[in-house]
């Protein structure tokens, strides 16, 4: 259990800025997105013979309102670079114990530039401790459709950089595509990459590697109204397995 608190608390601050960090009827352009999630978390023996449960919910407000019509609803705000505020919250119950992360975050486009920025804190509340963190983004938007950011927080930076991208196939389908390069202090390189392919602008299905732990995941993402969406995902890595399920409305 030792192992998997510390396993956890490792890597709480780099969850909580994914989970921050970022979908052809026509459809109505949304302010508000709302979302719930739960993972289970199926560990190795070797790690702990107890599951993880893992309840989250989450919203983001945008600056402006975000147009949909013409791109993929998964991906609308992310193509109009739309600035938002972020929070999120999460309890996770593993062995009989359970303990909360939080975080809020707020991501700004600066207008009639390429430039992108994030701040963001993160807070893990295990046991008697309460672990705060200050994390941020810088980033750059050189042509549409791709940003190519690098992340810090409080206790400094780790040469890091990410590059996403979302664009148009010759069939009109469109894909959603990143790579993440880090290399932290006395680590071994971690490279992440990602696809999703687009079959119309409401469902899309995909998948990632990531090398730090031999992650391999796949999942998909299907719009049943502009508004409302539900979702999925698999994953394996070093220390177990994992699967997770997600719904989100907009307004």
Known sequence: MANVMADIRKITPLLLCGMFASAGAQADDYRFELGASFD???FDGDISDDDADIFSVGGAFYLKPVPTDGVPL???AFLHRSSF???QIARVDVGGENFDLLGASFGYYIPNTIFYGRIGVTKADIGEDDDTNV????GVTPIDGLLVTTDFDEDGWDPNATARY???LGNDHYYASSISVVDPDEGDLDIGLSFDYFLDHTFSIGGGYGSG???FSVRAEKFFMPNFAVGGRIYTEDNGDGLGAFIKWRF
């Open 40 to 42: 289970r978390a199926l």
């Open 74 to 76: 998964a991906e609308a």
């Open 213 to 215: 732990s031999d992650t």
């Open 166 to 168: 979302v664009g148009k």
């Open 85 to 87: 505020v972020a929070a």
């Open 135 to 138: 994390n941020g983004t810088f």
